[in-house]
């Protein structure tokens, strides 16, 4: 990437030359006003004259898409990019260079901002029965998804290059509108909407977009739904206390109010694994939530705790420096032989209490339930799941470490939850 580019404006563009000459020359206009340094890609499948003399003229830069449709002229354009940020719009002058200048304005305020038509403020000016079928699509696949975002179709954005992945890209349509809004979401990035007014200027064309947008989105929606519930999406911890499945809130909520009983009272907590559970917004002042994936911590921002990217098998925490530490299910998740129960001992003050948690795969309650959730969910979570502790065990190993057993809890007899105090010095 080149740094010294502030903005890369990508423009897909399939036989728009007339629209072109229009474009770009305002759009220039436009940006120049900023101050910045910027440059202007125009994508297509076959650069024709009308878009060579468009661009030309507005020094910008026309590219030919290796891959096919909307989605591949994204791509090229993403990968051919060299701003810290990029701006996609689209060329059939739907999209008001003036509003750029709004969009740049809020760029610090989030990773991905939208130009939405149906935020408070927005206006969507188009045919009836087109604007019924769009609000109705992004109503529902919005929500099908849990992305919180009222105009997912929309294509004028602004993006913190930074949040985009060219080559994990899938998407040939319009559904990679909403991939990109998924992997965004899946990697804890900040998404936010900003109120538009929407006039397509040509006949015709915008009808063609939202069919062919509903067709090609129904027929991903299942590939997508999977990436957006993967445990290893940035907000998965959090809205699974939410969650829509009886048992699964639940857990969480249980898991959530043990752990909160157990450490309270104990002062600042050191919480290894942190992920984007709703405990991290629990924790006391001057605690420190520690997980090794980078996206969890992301999005835990919103707890308003102090976040560390760092491995439990070596943790960047003074001996005795914490007299609590939470530890809440990790330690299934790697080998017995790691280190991570010598860090979380080393940490704790003398006289500290320890919060561990794990299923006890002694209960049939357990068992019972990872079979259930292999079989429904083969590949996810449960075989995650490499280390196989009990309860006992748990007992015998830290009491030979000097550590007294305090307390036990249970969620349906599965997950275990233990407490500890270590002895004093």
């Not at 689209?90 to 709004?102: G, N």
């Not at 999005?299 to 560390?308: A, D, E, I, Q, T």
């Not at 939470?326 to 919060?355: M, N, Y």
């Amino acid at each position: 990437m080149n740094e010294a580019i502030d903005l890369s404006v990508i423009i897909p563009a399939h036989n728009e030359g007339e629209n072109l000459v229009s474009l770009l020359p305002n759009l220039k206009t436009i940006l120049d006003t900023l101050g910045i340094t910027y440059e202007i890609l125009v994508v297509c499948r076959a650069v024709d004259s009308p878009t060579a003399q468009a661009t030309q003229a507005s020094r910008a830069r026309a590219l030919e898409q290796k891959e096919r449709g909307y989605g591949g002229a994204l791509i090229a354009g993403f990968k051919a990019a060299g701003g810290a940020y990029c701006l996609t719009m689209d060329a059939d002058l739907s999209h008001p260079p003036e509003f750029i200048v709004d969009l740049w304005a809020k760029r610090e305020s989030a990773d991905v901002i939208i130009a939405s038509r149906y935020v408070p403020g927005g206006k969507a000016i188009m045919p009836w029965g087109r604007y019924v079928l769009s609000r109705a699509l992004n109503l529902v696949f919005s929500r099908g998804l849990s992305l919180g975002v009222s105009d997912m179709s929309s294509g004028f954005r602004l993006y913190r290059a930074s949040a985009v992945d060219a080559d994990a890209i899938r998407g040939r349509d319009f559904e990679v509108l909403q991939e990109v809004l998924v992997k965004a979401y899946a990697e804890g990035r900040r998404v936010t909407e900003t109120a538009f007014t929407y006039e397509p200027r040509r006949h015709g064309s915008s009808n063609a977009r939202i069919f062919r947008f509903g067709l090609t989105y129904i027929r991903t929606f299942w590939k997508l739904w999977k990436d957006r519930n993967s445990i290893l999406c940035a907000d998965y911890d959090d809205r699974a206390h939410d969650s829509a499945i009886p048992l699964q809130r639940y857990w969480q909520r249980e898991r959530f109010r043990h752990i909160t009983e157990l450490i309270s009272g104990e002062g600042a907590v050191l919480d290894v694994g942190c992920g984007s559970s709703r405990i991290i917004g629990a924790l006391p002042e001057g605690s420190v939530a520690i997980d090794v994936l980078l996206r969890k911590l992301r999005y835990s921002r919103k707890f308003n705790r102090h976040l560390v990217h760092a491995s439990g098998f070596q943790l960047p925490i003074r001996s005795g420096s914490f007299p609590c530490v939470l530890c809440s299910q990790v330690i299934e998740h790697v080998p017995k032989t790691s280190p991570i129960l010598d860090e979380l001992v080393r940490t704790l003050a003398p006289g500290g209490r320890l919060v561990l948690g794990t299923p006890d795969y002694a209960n049939w309650e357990w068992v019972v339930t990872e079979a259930l959730y292999g079989f429904f969910a083969p590949g996810a979570y449960a075989d995650e799941h490499i280390a196989h502790y009990t309860r006992q065990e748990l007992i015998d190993t830290f009491h030979r470490r000097g550590f007294v057993h305090e307390e036990t809890r249970y969620i349906l007899k599965g997950e275990l939850i233990l407490a500890f105090r270590k002895e004093a010095a």
